[in-house]
C-alpha cells in the first residue's frame, strides 16, 4: 500500500516549529538515534520533519573540497553557497552506525562500458522513491510525497521545491514530462514508443501541474508502477534545459543547432547523450567522442545522482560528487561522503578476483559467484577485506530452448515438450548444487516469479522433472524417434545431422562451471554441446537477434516489486535486452498482428491477457494470487526455462575501511543492487 505523505514548505516548517526548533540537531545514526522519535519512513527525514522531532535547526555543510570537483564537471560554473545549492526540502539522511567524514574513491569493478557496470550505476542512483532496506517499504528520494485515486489511474507526484541538475538548472515537473512527451512519445528518438512505458498496449499521459507537482494518468489501473519508480535502472526525468534544444516540437532550430555541433540533427544529438536508453551515460558521450562533447561543452547529461562522469575511457571511468545533491546527513554535511568513484573494466575473472585479493576493490557484489567465495574468504586478510553471503533473488539459472529457431528441423525438436522433459532430467541438480553452490541451494524448477516474494507458485511447480533421472530422459528422446545410427554416442536428427546445441553464455549470466556440468549431463543422453564463452554484449546481440540455440541466464526482474507493474517475464520473449528469453518471433508474430513472425501456440497467446489483469490489480491480492497462479502453470507446463537450483546466496565484497555498510537484505539486481542501502551514507575511514 502506499502511504501518502504530507508536505511542508521550508518557510511554513520554520514558522509552525521556530518555538520548539532552537538547538543545534543531534547527530542521530540508524543504531543510536539520540532521542529523536521515528519518522514517517524507515531511517529518513524531510527536513522539518527532522527539525520537529529533534527540536532544533538544523546547519548545513559541505565537502570543502568541493569546489575542486566541480571544476572538473564541464560546463558547470563557480559554486553558489550550499544552502542556494540544496533543495529548500533535503531529504535527511540516519546514516547506518557513524556520521561520515569526506573524503577518499570507491573503487570498482565492471566488465565493460555496458557488462556488469549496474553494481555501481546503483551506487549512485537515484529515482522518485527507492525501497527501505527491509525490502519491504516504498520512501521518497527524489519525489517527496505521492497520492493515488481510488482506481489507481492517476498518480500525483511532489517533487522537492528548489531541487537542480548537477549544473545547478532547476529541476522541475517540466523535465518529468520533458521526458516522458519528448523522449518517450517522440518518433524520432524511440521509433516506437518503448512496451515498458505502455500500458494496456497505450500510454500514459504525464502532465507538470506546477514547477513541484507532475500527474501521470493510466489508460488502465496501474497499481505497481510506484514499485518500478523504487527499483527500476530508468530515471523518469530528464533534463529539458539541455536536451530540449536538440527536441524540435521545443526548438524550432534544433536539427540546426544540432549540426552547428556535427551531428546530422537533433535526434542524433539526443541519442549521443542517451544512447536510446535511460543509462544516459553508458556507454557516455566521453567515450564515444569526447572532442565532440567537449566543442558542447557537456560530458554527459546533467544528474540528479550523487556522482557525475567527468572522464571515461577505453580503461573505466571515473566520477566525482554532485555539488548539488539534494541528501544531507543528520549532522547537516551535504552527502555523498565519498566524493569519487573510479570504475575500471577488467573482463578476466581471475585478473578481477586478484585485484580484490590485492586490497585494490572497495566494493564488489555483480558477477561474484560462490564458486569464488573459498578463493576470497582465503585471502580476506591478505586484501583487508570482508566477504560476506546474501540471500539472493531471481539466481535460479535458467536454460530456456529456442521455441522459434531460424532452422526448421531444431525449432520443432525444442517445441516437443519431451524433449524440454528430457533436458531437464538430465541435468544434476544435487550435484551442481553442491559445485557450484558449495551445498547452500535447492534444486528448482524454473518459474516466472521470485518465490520468496509471492505467494502463488506452489511445490508442484517447483519440483516438476527436477530429478536426476538419465535413464528417462534418454527414453523420452527415444519415443521423439531420436537415434544414435552411427554408435558415436550423439544422436541425430530427423534430417540425418548430429543433434549439436551450440551452447554460448556469458559468465556475467551464470557461472562458468554450470555450464561445463550441463554440457557433460547432456552429452551423457546424446544432445552433444559445443560451449563458448562470450562477453555479456555478444550474448545478447545474439540472444535477441534469435541466433542462438538456448538462452542462459539469471531469472533477473522476476521479484514481486517488478512483476507487480510489467509482464515481461511473463510474456514472449519472456524476457528484455539484457536478459533475452526466447520465443521473439512469437513476440514478432504479437507485434505484428500477425504479419510476421510465428504463430504461437493457443496456452502462450493466453499470457498476454493473463499478463495484463495480474498487473492491473493490486498485488498480493487472492485476485493476483489466482492470476499468477495460472500464469505459473502455463511456464512450467510448457517448461519454457528449465531451471536449476534456487534459494542461494551469493557473495559481496567490501575493503574493511568502507563504514556504514549493512548487511545486505538481498543481493539482487530487482531490488537495484546497492539503492536500498544508501550508499551516499558510506564513508572511508583514515
Known amino acids: 500500500m502506499t502511504k501518502l505523505h504530507l508536505r511542508l514548505t521550508a518557510g511554513a516548517a520554520m514558522a509552525c516549529f521556530a518555538s520548539a526548533a532552537s538547538a543545534a540537531c543531534p547527530p542521530a545514526t540508524v543504531a543510536d538515534m539520540q532521542g529523536v522519535a521515528a519518522g514517517a519512513y524507515p531511517q529518513q527525514f524531510e527536513l522539518a520533519e527532522f527539525e520537529k522531532l529533534a527540536s532544533c535547526d538544523l546547519a548545513f555543510t559541505a565537502n570543502p573540497k568541493i569546489a575542486a570537483f566541480n571544476a572538473k564537471i564541464l560546463g558547470n560554473g563557480a559554486l553558489p553557497a550550499l544552502r542556494e545549492r540544496l533543495p529548500a526540502e533535503p531529504l535527511v539522511v540516519a546514516p547506518y552506525a557513524a556520521i561520515g567524514a569526506y573524503g577518499g574513491v570507491i573503487t570498482g569493478l565492471s566488465k565493460g562500458t555496458e557488462s556488469g557496470t549496474s553494481d555501481l550505476l546503483s551506487v549512485r542512483h537515484v529515482n522518485f522513491a527507492r525501497y527501505a532496506d527491509d525490502l519491504q517499504t516504498v520512501v521518497p528520494n527524489v519525489a517527496d510525497g505521492w497520492s493515488w485515486n481510488a482506481e489507481f489511474t492517476e498518480l500525483t507526484i511532489t517533487l522537492r521545491k528548489g531541487h537542480?541538475?548537477?549544473?545547478?538548472?532547476?529541476?522541475?515537473?517540466?523535465?518529468?514530462?520533458?521526458?516522458?512527451?519528448?523522449?518517450?512519445?517522440?518518433?524520432?528518438?524511440?521509433?516506437?514508443?518503448?512496451?515498458?512505458?505502455l500500458f494496456a498496449g497505450k500510454p500514459a499521459t504525464v502532465e507538470a501541474v506546477d514547477a513541484e507537482t507532475v500527474k501521470f494518468t493510466f489508460p488502465a489501473p496501474t497499481p505497481g508502477i510506484l514499485n518500478r519508480f523504487a527499483v527500476d535502472y530508468g530515471q523518469p526525468f530528464q533534463p529539458?534545459?539541455?536536451?530540449?534544444?536538440?527536441?524540435?516540437?521545443?526548438?524550432?532550430?534544433?536539427?540546426?543547432?544540432?549540426?552547428?555541433?556535427?551531428?546530422?540533427?537533433?535526434?542524433?544529438?539526443?541519442?549521443?547523450y542517451s544512447g536510446g536508453s535511460d543509462w544516459k551515460d553508458v556507454p557516455s558521450p566521453l567515450l564515444k567522442d569526447a572532442e565532440k562533447a567537449s566543442k558542447i561543452g557537456r560530458a554527459v547529461v546533467p544528474t540528479l545522482e550523487s556522482h557525475i562522469v567527468v572522464d571515461e575511457s577505453a580503461?573505466?571511468?571515473?566520477?566525482?560528487?554532485?555539488?548539488?545533491?539534494?541528501?544531507?546527513?543528520?549532522?547537516?554535511?551535504?552527502?555523498?561522503?565519498?566524493?569519487?568513484?573510479?570504475?575500471?573494466?577488467?573482463?578476466?575473472?581471475?585478473?578481477?578476483?586478484?585485484?580484490?585479493?590485492?586490497?585494490?576493490?572497495?566494493?564488489?557484489?555483480?558477477?561474484?559467484?560462490?564458486?569464488?567465495?573459498?578463493?576470497?574468504?582465503?585471502?580476506?586478510?591478505?586484501?583487508?577485506?570482508?566477504?560476506?553471503?546474501?540471500?539472493?533473488?531471481?539466481?535460479?539459472?535458467?536454460?530456456?530452448?529456442?521455441?522459434?529457431?531460424k532452422d526448421p528441423v531444431l525449432r520443432k525438436v525444442f517445441n516437443d515438450l519431451r524433449?524440454?522433459?528430457?533436458?531437464?532430467?538430465?541435468?544434476?541438480?544435487?550435484?551442481?548444487?553442491?559445485?557450484?553452490?558449495?551445498?547452500?541451494?535447492?534444486?528448482?524448477?524454473?518459474?516466472?516469479a521470485e518465490v520468496k516474494t509471492v505467494s502463488?507458485?506452489?511445490?508442484?511447480?517447483?519440483?516438476?522433472?527436477?530429478?536426476?533421472?538419465?535413464?528417462?530422459a534418454k527414453k523420452l528422446l527415444a519415443?521423439?524417434?531420436?537415434?544414435?545410427?552411427?554408435?558415436?554416442?550423439?544422436?541425430?536428427?530427423?534430417?540425418?545431422?548430429?543433434?549439436?546445441?551450440?551452447?554460448?553464455?556469458?559468465?556475467?549470466?551464470?557461472?562458468?562451471?554450470?555450464?561445463?556440468?550441463?554440457?557433460?549431463y547432456w552429452s551423457e543422453v546424446g544432445v552433444r554441446v559445443d560451449l563458448k564463452e562470450v562477453t555479456s554484449d555478444e550474448y545478447r546481440a545474439g540472444g535477441n537477434n534469435n541466433e542462438l540455440d538456448v538462452t542462459v541466464w539469471k531469472y533477473d526482474g522476476n521479484a514481486g516489486p517488478t512483476i507487480s507493474q510489467d509482464i515481461t517475464v511473463f510474456v514472449p520473449p519472456f524476457g528484455d535486452f539484457f536478459n533475452p528469453g526466447t520465443g521473439f518471433a512469437w513476440a514478432s508474430w504479437k507485434k505484428t498482428g500477425g504479419k510476421e513472425g510465428i504463430e504461437p501456440p493457443a496456452d502462450i497467446k493466453k499470457l498476454w491477457d493473463l499478463g495484463q489483469k495480474f498487473i492491473q490489480v493490486e498485488f498480493g491480492s487472492d485476485e493476483s494470487n489466482s492470476i499468477g497462479r495460472e500464469i505459473t502453470d502455463i511456464h512450467v507446463d510448457n517448461m519454457l526455462k528449465i531451471g536449476t537450483v534456487g534459494d542461494i546466496v551469493a557473495p559481496f565484497m567490501y575493503r574493511n575501511d568502507l563504514k556504514n555498510v549493512q548487511p545486505l537484505t538481498a543481493k539482487t539486481y530487482d531490488f537495484y543492487w546497492a539503492y536500498p542501502y544508501r550508499p551516499q551514507q558510506w564513508f572511508l575511514a583514515k
Open 456 to 472: 502463488f507458485v506452489e511445490d508442484s511447480h517447483l519440483t516438476k522433472d527436477i530429478e536426476h533421472d538419465p535413464a528417462t
Open 479 to 520: 519415443e521423439m524417434g531420436l537415434k544414435d545410427s552411427n554408435g558415436d554416442g550423439t544422436l541425430e536428427l530427423p534430417d540425418g545431422r548430429p543433434f549439436v546445441v551450440r551452447l554460448v553464455y556469458s559468465s556475467q549470466g551464470a557461472p562458468v562451471k554450470m555450464q561445463e556440468l550441463v554440457r557433460d
Open 164 to 197: 537542480k541538475w548537477s549544473d545547478g538548472a532547476p529541476f522541475t515537473a517540466d523535465d518529468v514530462a520533458f521526458w516522458h512527451n519528448h523522449l518517450i512519445l517522440n518518433p524520432d528518438v524511440y521509433e516506437k514508443t518503448p512496451e515498458r512505458w
Open 315 to 405: 580503461e573505466g571511468r571515473k566520477l566525482v560528487a554532485n555539488p548539488y545533491f539534494h541528501m544531507v546527513d543528520t549532522a547537516g554535511q551535504q552527502l555523498p561522503y565519498i566524493p569519487e568513484i573510479v570504475e575500471t573494466y577488467v573482463g578476466d575473472k581471475e585478473v578481477q578476483n586478484l585485484k580484490i585479493m590485492n586490497g585494490e576493490v572497495i566494493w564488489k557484489q555483480q558477477a561474484i559467484f560462490l564458486e569464488d567465495f573459498p578463493l576470497l574468504k582465503e585471502n580476506e586478510g591478505k586484501g583487508g577485506y570482508t566477504v560476506s553471503f546474501a540471500p539472493t533473488f531471481g539466481e535460479n539459472v535458467f536454460y530456456s530452448f529456442n521455441r522459434t529457431h
Open 419 to 448: 524433449f524440454n522433459r528430457a533436458m531437464s532430467l538430465a541435468i544434476n541438480r544435487d550435484e551442481i548444487n553442491e559445485i557450484v553452490y558449495l551445498g547452500q541451494g535447492k534444486p528448482m524448477q524454473g518459474v516466472p
Open 240 to 272: 529539458k534545459h539541455f536536451l530540449g534544444q536538440f527536441v524540435k516540437a521545443i526548438n524550432p532550430d534544433a536539427d540546426k543547432v544540432a549540426q552547428n555541433h556535427g551531428f546530422a540533427n537533433g535526434a542524433e544529438a539526443i541519442d549521443f
